[in-house]
């Protein structure tokens, strides 16, 4: 792959998210300097902030800088004012559905790994989670949260539709993945009482056999949140639908220890967006606490979705290296813990030039750091 010129909106919205944005901005120019690549980043509103500044949690002018854009980075949106307030009428999560809806992202991955030297940090046993390693595709513009809703004083409902078309397009992605991985994938539906969820089975197990090298198997979803903690290793790609796939892919958090590990992209048929699986956690916001690794493991996955596999897997390795050293925030790390800038200044570091990694490691910890 030669030399790339990518324009990246930016949409740190709210809480820390413009915090681990910077950090994971300042990795990619990192890479930007070593591979000769150009990355031109603009920021723009979406969430309480731009409820706060527009009245409109996603403003015509971030819709169409994203529509024009090469790739979207997302921090993270939501504000306890509106989190606690079930009267809201306008809610940053608003702005957030109206953007899958219109770039059309309808395939959200989040992948789920258990890494070794933080094995401790998740509540469940080491001997259950290590070498878990997982894909999950989540159908991310169909079901329940668009369909059509209602309410009178006394009852309300949310209706649930899935067409064909909807699960054929997210099923092709995830079986191209399985096959590329371990070749196996899981269908987590219900069923066993949802017609959507009979359609979902229909519609997978005939795309099935243009894959004869994947082994799929299909399970409940009840199921599939119990399996995930009991034996999260035997899992290789997940596909399911919208609601289940958000429940299901934060509870996968638990295997990792950490959300603030754990990176996303919405792909579609426009443009693809990469944000950390975490919320905007408001009560971190400005302290420096922030995990930025999750935002950073986003940026390498728009690295991937550019076709720079070694720009990419750097990156990953840089942030590996700070696991390994223990450059990590107070989440992490209580007893030496480093700054949200620190850790986003060692990894963006590593990617620069990884054999000076160690006596920089020592300057960080007397307080001579170098912001790059």
């Known amino acids: 792959m030669g030399i790339l010129n990518k324009r990246i909106a930016v949409l740190p919205g709210d809480g820390i998210g413009p915090e ?50 090469d790739a979207i980075l997302l921090g993270a ?5 509106y989190d606690n307030d079930p009267s809201a009428k306008v809610r940053p999560e608003q702005g957030l559905l109206r953007l899958r809806k219109s770039l059309g992202l309808f395939a959200n991955i989040r992948p789920v790994t258990a890494y070794e030297v933080l094995l401790e940090h998740s509540p469940l046993k080491n001997d259950r989670i290590a070498g878990a390693d997982m894909l999950i595709f989540r159908e991310l513009t169909g079901g329940v949260y668009f369909g059509e809703k209602g309410r009178t004083a006394d009852s309300a409902y949310d209706n649930c539709t899935y067409s064909r078309e909807e699960i054929e397009r997210i099923a092709q992605l995830a079986f191209q993945a399985a096959a590329t991985r371990r070749k196996k994938l899981t269908l987590v539906d219900k069923a066993n009482v949802l017609e959507t969820s009979r359609l979902w089975r229909e519609v997978v197990q005939g795309i099935a056999k243009g894959y004869p090298e994947v082994a ?80 950073i493991l986003s940026a390498a996955m728009m690295l991937e979705h550019f076709g720079l596999q070694e720009e990419a897997d750097l990156v990953k390795e840089a942030v590996q290296y700070a696991l390994e ?9 209580s007893h030496s813990p480093y700054t949200t800038e620190q850790v986003g200044t060692f990894i963006s570091y590593c990617v620069l030039d990884g054999a000076e990694t160690g006596p920089y ?12």
């Open 20 to 69: 681990v944005c910077h950090e994971a901005i300042r990795v990619l120019e990192a890479v930007a300097e070593r591979f000769g690549h150009k990355f031109e980043f603009e920021k723009y509103l979406m969430g309480a902030c731009a409820i706060d500044a527009t009245g409109n949690p996603l403003p015509d002018e971030t819709l169409d800088a994203c529509l024009e854009a």
């Open 77 to 81: 949106i939501g504000d306890p004012k």
């Open 216 to 295: 799929v198997d299909y399970l409940f979803v009840d199921n599939a949140a119990m399996q995930l903690i009991l034996n999260p290793k035997q899992f290789d790609v997940i596909l399911t639908e919208n609601m289940f796939g958000d429940i299901l892919s934060d509870e996968a958090s638990v295997i990792a220890g950490s959300l603030g590990l754990l990176p996303s992209a919405s792909v579609g048929k426009l443009v693809s967006l990469f944000e950390p699986i975490h919320g905007s956690y408001p009560q971190a916001k400005g302290k420096g606490i922030a995990n930025p690794i999750a935002a």
């Open 325 to 333: 050293k223990k450059v990590l925030t107070p989440e992490l790390n």
């Open 361 to 372: 490691k020592y300057n960080m910890e007397v307080g001579l750091s170098t912001i790059i």
